[in-house]
């Protein structure tokens, strides 16, 4: 059966098999369902690192580099950026491939971007999807970068092991990283681009308010990824998250990131199930509503029970 040889070849690491199966789960069809029956019981290796923070922080920039690390080590990686055309970033997409140009032949990385399908209850695009066609094909680090606005960033936190926040000097201080909910998230802070004047002020504010984290204790790192300097211990800092979730001690976070798949694919499922349901009956409740007969509220709940 082609789904099984398809299967197969993802398994052996074969990278035309990996980005086939990648566009059948993106596109939603049929067979992806199949194929990650197959794949999603060969999972459970690859470490998943979240980057996520505000446009133009310097995350591609960034991954570029810890992909360099992870190379030097002989560790194979994936890496996934989320949302790359919205139209905040603009065009990033160009930007990130010639980024990462230098790693396009080299065959122990795998980058893929996914366009973002927007907000429907879960993670943006297929990158929970994605996440376990790299695992099972025997990728060891996988990392995922969103764009630092919105819902996707804290689901990042529940599907990744461990989450890397990058902010950079000038953003107005701290505002943009404390207003975003990006404060709660965070395993490792990364001050980029130190090369520019306020750095060291982003620095004392953040460790200011990590310090007042109750349970938690993240670090605060500064880092140029331009000149790459501070990535070695930034690198170090991965690391040791890393050897943790490769020891028993891991467990955890194992467990933690397997119940943020699930949810993530349960909650797309469920609203893509609800839409599909409600959707004859939106004209008619729309109308009762402009016309008094019904408050917004009572519709509301007529939809859901629909
Ligand atoms: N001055 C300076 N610029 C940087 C640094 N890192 C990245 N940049 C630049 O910042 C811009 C945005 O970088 P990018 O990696 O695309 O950011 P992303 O939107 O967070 O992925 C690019 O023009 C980069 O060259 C840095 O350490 N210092
Ligand atoms: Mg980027």
Redesign the pocket.
């Known amino acids: 059966m082609q789904d099984d040889t398809l299967a197969a070849r993802v398994l052996k690491g074969d990278r035309r098999a990996i980005a086939r199966a990648m566009t059948l789960v993106e596109n939603g069809e049929k067979d992806a369902d199949k194929l990650l029956a197959v794949l999603g019981r060969k999972t459970g290796r690859a470490f998943i690192l979240g980057i996520t ?10 991954v570029d580099r810890l992909v360099s690390e992870y190379r030097k080590k002989g560790v194979n990686v994936g890496v996934i950026a989320v949302d790359p055309t919205s139209p905040i ?1 603009g065009g ?1 997409l160009l ?2 491939r010639v ?1 990462m140009v230098q790693h396009t032949l080299d065959k122990g990385v795998f980058i893929r971007s996914l366009a973002s399908r927007g907000w429907s209850g879960g993670l943006s695009g297929a990158v929970s999807e994605v996440i376990q066609i790299l695992d099972a094909a025997g990728t060891e680090v996988i990392l995922v ?1 969103t ?1 630092g606005i919105g819902q996707s960033d804290i689901e990042i936190m529940n599907v990744a092991h461990a989450v890397m926040v ?1 902010t950079m000097p000038g953003l107005g201080d701290d505002i943009q990283v404390s207003k975003g909910g990006l404060m709660e998230i965070g395993d490792i802070y990364v001050v ?5 004047t306020g750095a060291d002020a982003m620095v004392i504010n953040l460790f200011g308010i990590v310090r007042g984290m109750k349970g938690r204790s993240p670090a605060v790192l500064k ?5 790459s300097q501070g990535i070695d211990v930034l690198f170090a800092a991965v690391e040791k998250v890393r050897t943790k979730f490769l020891s028993p001690e891991g467990q955890e976070m194992r467990l933690r990131s397997i119940k943020g798949i699930m949810m993530d694919l349960a909650k797309r499922r469920m609203v893509d199930a609800f839409e599909k349901r409600v959707n004859k009956h939106i004209p008619l409740l729309v109308d009762k509503v402009a016309e008094h007969r019904l408050s917004v509220e009572e519709a509301a709940r007529k939809l859901a029970e629909a």
């Open positions: 923070g505000p446009p133009g922080t310097g995350k591609s920039t960034l970033t990033a930007g990130d980024r970068e764009v990058v980029n681009k130190s090369d520019l880092v140029s990824a331009l000149n």
